[in-house]
Each structure stands twice: as structure tokens, then as C-alpha cells.
């Protein structure tokens, strides 16, 4: 990655508390969080559901469906079952739908690098083919990590 100026100067523009990157690992930075997400994205709305599946206690699944929540990720919807309580259950909210990619992406990395042949592979439903992951500019070119320039962003409206 080229860092344009002024950022070639690493000192002059800290990052911290101000980088993407670290404001989404806060939310989605631990392993149950982002299994929380897999799990959603696979149509797991309930919560015994995610305890479950996650592998994890009822304390862990609490806060985590809470944060992901609270972050927008995750919607509480009500539903009853018949002759039950109402419970909630948890559905993706167009913020949680957009870190698709990012879930995607780590199970590409872990099928290449962390394990052993998958137990899933992840195939497009209308021709079969499997899901490949890609960085592309808005034009489409397909990108590596030295075709990517970071710069000062121009403020809105500018």
C-alpha cells in the first residue's frame, strides 16, 4: 500500500481512536462476536440458537447479541411461538448485511491458511461456481495490496 502525502510521514497523523479499522474491531473484535455474525449470516435469529452453534455461555451470548445491537448490526424482532412467551430473536440490519463481505473474507483467509479442507464451501446458488473474494476500485479493476494509495480524505461536500 502507498501512503500518498502527507501520510508518508507516520508521526504526523495518529491514528488512534480515529482508524476505521480500530472503531470495528471495538464492535466485532472478538471471536465470538464475529462467529455471532457467521452465525447470522447462515439465518440463526434466536438466541439459544447462537449460545448454541457459538459455543457459547449464556453471559457471552447476552452481551454479545447486546452489542451487536447496540452497534446496529443486529435488530431485536419479537415472535412467539405457540403457547410460549414472546421472546426476541435477532435479524441483520442493512449495517450487519454490509459486513458480508468482511465474514466472507475470513473464511477465504481461513480455508487457505488455517485449516484443513473446509467442512462448508461457499458456492454461487445460480451457477454453482464458488464465491471468490476480490478487491476491485469503483471501476472494476482488480486490485493487490500495492495498487491501493491511502491520502487525505476530502471533506464532505468538498
Same mark, same amino acid.
Given at each position: 500500500?502507498?501512503?500518498?502525502?502527507?501520510?508518508?510521514?507516520?508521526?504526523?497523523?495518529?491514528?488512534?481512536?480515529?482508524?476505521?479499522?480500530?472503531? *470495528?474491531?471495538? /464492535?466485532?473484535?472478538?471471536?465470538?462476536?464475529?462467529? *455471532?455474525?457467521?452465525?447470522?449470516?447462515?439465518?440463526?435469529?434466536?438466541? %439459544?440458537?447462537?449460545?448454541?452453534?457459538?459455543?457459547?455461555?449464556?453471559? *457471552? &451470548?447476552?452481551?454479545?447479541?447486546?452489542?451487536?445491537?447496540?452497534?446496529?448490526?443486529?435488530?431485536?424482532?419479537?415472535?412467539?411461538?405457540?403457547?410460549?412467551?414472546?421472546?426476541?430473536?435477532?435479524?441483520? &440490519?442493512?449495517?450487519? &448485511? %454490509?459486513?458480508?463481505? +468482511?465474514?466472507?473474507?475470513?473464511?477465504?483467509?481461513? $480455508?487457505?491458511?488455517?485449516?484443513?479442507?473446509?467442512?462448508?464451501?461457499? &458456492?454461487? +446458488? %445460480?451457477?454453482?461456481?464458488?464465491?471468490? $473474494?476480490? +478487491?476491485?476500485?469503483?471501476?472494476?479493476?482488480?486490485?493487490?495490496?500495492?495498487? /491501493?494509495?491511502?491520502? $487525505?480524505?476530502?471533506?464532505?461536500?468538498?
Amino acid at each position: 500500500m502507498h501512503l500518498l502525502e502527507p501520510l508518508s510521514d507516520r508521526e504526523g497523523w495518529p491514528m488512534t481512536g480515529r482508524c476505521p479499522v480500530e472503531k *470495528t474491531m471495538k /464492535i466485532i473484535g472478538s471471536r465470538n462476536a464475529m462467529l *455471532t455474525m457467521r452465525e447470522a449470516f447462515y439465518g440463526t435469529r434466536r438466541y %439459544d440458537d447462537f449460545a448454541a452453534r457459538v459455543g457459547m455461555s449464556a453471559a *457471552t &451470548t447476552a452481551s454479545n447479541l447486546r452489542t451487536l445491537t447496540e452497534a446496529g448490526l443486529l435488530e431485536r424482532r419479537p415472535y412467539r411461538d405457540e403457547g410460549s412467551r414472546t421472546r426476541d430473536e435477532y435479524v441483520l &440490519t442493512q449495517a450487519g &448485511t %454490509d459486513l458480508m463481505p +468482511v465474514v466472507l473474507a475470513l473464511h477465504a483467509w481461513g $480455508i487457505r491458511y488455517a485449516s484443513d479442507p473446509p467442512p462448508i464451501e461457499l &458456492t454461487h +446458488v %445460480d451457477c454453482g461456481e464458488p464465491v471468490e $473474494i476480490n +478487491v476491485t476500485c469503483r471501476a472494476g479493476h482488480q486490485l493487490s495490496a500495492d495498487d /491501493i494509495a491511502a491520502h $487525505i480524505a476530502k471533506p464532505s461536500g468538498a
